[in-house]
């Protein structure tokens, strides 16, 4: 006679409760990596509530990120689980439900009132705000937090400086809209190529550019100062691999390829260790190898080699 431990009847009981799940398809939409863009003077929150069922909150948010990039046609900045949920938003949830934020970035408010009507289409609410509303709004925040607890606040604007006293940040100075602007175009600029000394060992970055994300400048730009930043070198070169484009599952995406030169074997596998850690393939060659691996980079799993977090 077979014996059932308690943890396989429920097992069971969650897997037949899936193949019922109104979410189950075999299709499902992993959580992609998050497409990190210059700070966009408009912003578009997306309030989000996950059901306890049987699937799992990465599913879900796999989904719904996958939802609002087809309804808006760019791809979410951030998303955000926050706990606990704003009190308008607590009467409508159960005591296992998860309420999560997710942020579009536009340039004009026409572009982010556009695709709040696709929202308003389907009933869902949205919250739209600028840089001057998100600025004034920290700032209250960030002065009551002194008020009360005579606590030293700091603030992280993502921009390279790290954690600082949010006064002394630029985003919080008279010039602040200059600070902004420079922003926006220090992202957007693609860096010059650094050329050092040809290096025996060769790593290849494949990266494929949505056309969804934004320009191909941005994105490539985004790339090599995140590549840089896991490599600890620069990229030494990189290339539009326009011949393998038909391999491609949009004719609208390009792929590219970011080289960085190594002199020794154990040096390229620690790199690569690191781009294994974050899910990204790369490939490794020395001088022996054949000629012209340069050009033909592996393009399989495209889905792993798209725009990085930043």
């Given at each position: 006679m077979t014996k059932y431990s308690l943890s396989n009847l429920k097992k069971e009981a969650r897997l037949r409760g899936r193949d019922r799940c109104q979410h189950a398809r075999p299709d499902r939409a992993a959580v992609p990596e998050k497409f990190s863009y210059p700070r966009k003077p408009v912003t578009m929150g997306v309030p989000v509530i996950f059901r306890k069922c049987c699937c799992t909150t990465a599913e879900l948010l796999g989904d719904a990120i996958r939802q609002y990039t087809e309804m808006t046609g760019i791809a979410p900045f951030d998303w955000e689980h926050i706990s606990p949920a704003p009190e308008a938003y607590q009467w409508q949830m159960m005591r296992d439900d998860k309420f999560y934020v997710v942020s579009h970035g536009f340039d004009t408010?026409?572009?982010?009132?556009?695709?709040?009507?696709?929202?308003?289409?389907?009933?869902?609410?949205?919250?739209?705000?600028?840089?001057?509303?998100?600025?004034?709004?920290?700032?209250?925040?960030?002065?009551?937090?002194?008020?009360?607890?005579?606590?030293?606040?700091?603030?992280?604007?993502?921009d390279g400086r790290g954690e600082m006293y949010w006064r002394e940040h630029p985003f919080f100075q008279e010039d602040w809209r200059d600070y902004c602007q420079q922003l926006r175009r220090d992202r957007a600029a693609v860096p010059e190529k650094f050329s050092y000394p040809e290096k025996p060992i060769t790593m290849h970055v494949p990266v494929i550019f949505k056309k969804s994300l934004g320009g191909t400048e941005e994105q490539l730009a985004d790339a090599i100062r995140y590549f840089t930043e896991l490599a600890g070198i620069v990229p030494f070169d990189w290339k539009h691999?326009?011949?393998?484009?038909?391999?491609?599952?949009?004719?609208?995406?390009?792929?590219?390829?970011?080289?960085?030169?190594?002199?020794?074997?154990?040096?390229a596998l620690a790199t690569k260790a690191k781009f294994d850690a974050v899910g990204r393939s790369v490939l490794i060659d020395t001088e022996e190898d054949e000629p012209g691996l340069r050009q033909s980079p592996q393009t399989d799993g495209e889905e792993e080699q798209r725009a990085p977090n930043l």
């Amino acid at each position: 006679m077979t014996k059932y431990s308690l943890s396989n009847l429920k097992k069971e009981a969650r897997l037949r409760g899936r193949d019922r799940c109104q979410h189950a398809r075999p299709d499902r939409a992993a959580v992609p990596e998050k497409f990190s863009y210059p700070r966009k003077p408009v912003t578009m929150g997306v309030p989000v509530i996950f059901r306890k069922c049987c699937c799992t909150t990465a599913e879900l948010l796999g989904d719904a990120i996958r939802q609002y990039t087809e309804m808006t046609g760019i791809a979410p900045f951030d998303w955000e689980h926050i706990s606990p949920a704003p009190e308008a938003y607590q009467w409508q949830m159960m005591r296992d439900d998860k309420f999560y934020v997710v942020s579009h970035g536009f340039d004009t408010m026409e572009e982010a009132m556009a695709a709040k009507a696709k929202f308003d289409a389907i009933n869902r609410h949205v919250n739209i705000w600028t840089e001057e509303e998100e600025r004034e709004n920290l700032r209250r925040h960030f002065e009551q937090i002194e008020k009360e607890s005579n606590e030293r606040v700091t603030y992280d604007g993502g921009d390279g400086r790290g954690e600082m006293y949010w006064r002394e940040h630029p985003f919080f100075q008279e010039d602040w809209r200059d600070y902004c602007q420079q922003l926006r175009r220090d992202r957007a600029a693609v860096p010059e190529k650094f050329s050092y000394p040809e290096k025996p060992i060769t790593m290849h970055v494949p990266v494929i550019f949505k056309k969804s994300l934004g320009g191909t400048e941005e994105q490539l730009a985004d790339a090599i100062r995140y590549f840089t930043e896991l490599a600890g070198i620069v990229p030494f070169d990189w290339k539009h691999m326009e011949a393998h484009q038909s391999k491609l599952k949009s004719p609208d995406d390009k792929l590219y390829v970011v080289w960085f030169g190594f002199d020794t074997m154990d040096g390229a596998l620690a790199t690569k260790a690191k781009f294994d850690a974050v899910g990204r393939s790369v490939l490794i060659d020395t001088e022996e190898d054949e000629p012209g691996l340069r050009q033909s980079p592996q393009t399989d799993g495209e889905e792993e080699q798209r725009a990085p977090n930043l």
